[in-house]
């Protein structure tokens, strides 16, 4: 990752090819969906410059005209995910439901792609045109609502954090990977028994007045996504 730490510029800084030279037969936009393609399919370490060329039926070596190398993909394909948002719409004036909306959106991309995370916690802050556009939106939906800048954008990152945990947990469940989506009958039978024991008098208040687990199913855990940011976020504005 040496190539990322002495790059002067980003790869959308210069433009998508030189000024000589013959006319480019690829662009970014189709490079980087066939790499979309292979991640959704394979995941993300199958995503290399070789297997996008094969992809293309091309050669490695002409990728390199339209992108500096594989962290430029990547980059790339980050910002294509945060471009499938619809930022279309007016700020409504609710700024929380605008928010909400907008988090949604962004936890249903993180479920499609779900390689998502893992790029991310490898490329660091690397905005690219479609994420800077939701930042502005996000920001244009903030107006209204109480709070300073800093809070603001401390509010739009907790949406990002909380959409990748709740996409996590949707493909691990998925993958059938989800300690939780194993026996839940079984895990909420022993919790109650070990509560029933009376060493844990709080545990026990709370499980019977709580009552037994219901499955959560993707309606479900986005109705719970949205009831913690509709709790988080006002008092982080607040």
Same mark, same amino acid.
């Given at each position: ?102 988090? &949604?959106?962004?936890? +249903? #991309?993180?479920? /499609? =792609? $779900?390689? !998502? ?6 490329? %660091? ?65 022993? &919790?109650?028994?070990? +509560? #029933?024991?009376? /060493? =844990? $008098?709080? !545990? ?6 709580? %009552? ?27």
């Amino acid at each position: 990752m040496a190539d990322r730490e002495t790059r002067p510029t980003t790869v959308w800084s210069r433009p998508e090819r030189g000024a000589r030279g013959p006319a480019p037969e690829r662009s970014r936009y189709e490079i980087t969906a066939v790499a979309l393609a292979l991640a959704d399919a394979e995941g993300l370490a199958a995503v290399s410059m070789r297997a996008v060329a094969q992809r293309l039926g091309t050669g490695p070596a002409s990728l390199y005209r339209y992108v500096g190398s594989r962290d430029e993909l990547l980059d790339l394909m980050a910002d294509a995910v945060a471009g499938e948002l619809d930022l279309s719409a007016a700020p409504s004036g609710d700024w929380l439901g605008d928010l909400v909306g907008l988090a &949604l959106q962004s936890k +249903a #991309a993180h479920t /499609r =792609h $779900p390689w !998502l995370p893992e790029l991310n916690d490898r490329r %660091g802050e690397v905005l690219g045109p479609h994420a800077i556009d939701y930042l502005d939106h996000a920001l244009a939906v903030l107006a209204p609502a109480p709070g300073t800048s800093r809070q603001k954008l401390e509010a739009i990152g907790l949406l990002g954090g909380l959409a990748t945990l709740f996409a996590r947990r949707e493909a691990m469940a998925a993958a059938g990977e989800d300690p939780r989506a194993g026996d839940p009958p079984a895990q909420a039978a022993h &919790l109650a028994a070990v +509560a #029933a024991e009376g /060493r =844990h $008098p709080h !545990l026990l208040a709370a499980l019977t007045t709580a %009552g037994p687990p219901r499955p959560a199913g993707p309606a479900e855990r986005d109705a719970l996504f949205e009831r913690l940011l509709r709790r988080l976020l006002p008092a982080m504005l607040g």
